[in-house]
């Protein structure tokens, strides 16, 4: 079945360090994939998304390219800020409504001053 | 962007009390919502699938009777913790989504303590 593995966390780096998260995946076909951040306390928000092979997904500086030969998508960032501190979880999806998501385990970023 | 709203985001209930959970589509219809759980520190746990004008579809392990879960209408979902007890303290967070994309959008979370 569909599986996502994502790096085990904290990640602690410093202000304006370069971030990268790893995330692979293991589906038959051609999943759609995302990252989702949830902030302390709240639910999850949609960083990006990428729903076909080579598809680069970017928002506020962040950016994940599918790699369907390495069934990859990890996460990048040039300059990471404090106020990106944050749990990152990488997701699989299928086209339905009632298809579920499959999430990472999350990974834990502090950010530090 | 659709909105999903979950309703309260935060609850504490006496032990053998019941609790109720609302998750809305504020700006789609929704015909299949879920409902996540997620410990500290830990990923989130599909518990069910809500399916508008019919029963949901629990995942493995968890308990039909004490999470029941209600959606009656294309717009909302309800997840009722019955009888809790303090080892259903959690974080209890809904998703949807949007029957054009492939996108799910999610609540902002439901904190609950069971005291």
């Known amino acids: 079945g569909d599986s996502v593995t994502q790096m085990e966390g904290p990640v602690t780096l410093s202000e304006e360090a370069f971030l990268t998260i790893n995330c692979t995946y293991t589906?038959?076909?051609?999943?759609?994939l995302f990252w989702y951040v949830q902030y302390p306390g709240e639910g999850l928000q949609l960083l990006l998304k990428a729903t076909k092979a080579d598809d680069k997904g970017s928002n506020k500086g962040f950016e994940a390219t599918y790699r369907k030969e390495t069934t990859s998508f990890h996460l990048e960032k040039g300059s990471v800020q404090v106020s990106d501190s944050a749990v990152y979880f990488c997701a699989l999806g299928r086209g339905g409504a009632t298809n579920k998501l499959i999430f990472g385990t999350g990974t834990l970023l502090a950010v530090q001053p | 962007g659709a909105v999903v709203s979950q309703h309260p985001s935060w609850v504490i209930c006496k032990s053998g009390t019941s609790v109720k959970i609302e998750c809305r589509s504020l700006d789609f219809q929704a015909t299949t919502m879920f409902w996540y759980r997620q410990f500290p520190k830990q990923s989130l746990m599909l518990m069910a699938t809500?399916?508008?004008?019919?029963?949901?579809?629990?995942e493995q392990g968890v308990e039909k009777d004490k999470f029941l879960i209600n959606h009656a209408s294309l717009t909302l979902s309800t997840l009722t913790v019955t009888s809790a007890h303090p080892e259903d303290s959690s974080f209890y967070i809904c998703s949807a989504r949007d029957l054009g994309t492939v996108v799910s959008f999610f609540g902002q979370g439901t904190r609950l303590t069971v005291v």
């Open positions: 809500s399916n508008e004008g019919s029963k949901a579809t629990y």
């Open positions: 589906a038959t076909g051609y999943p759609s």
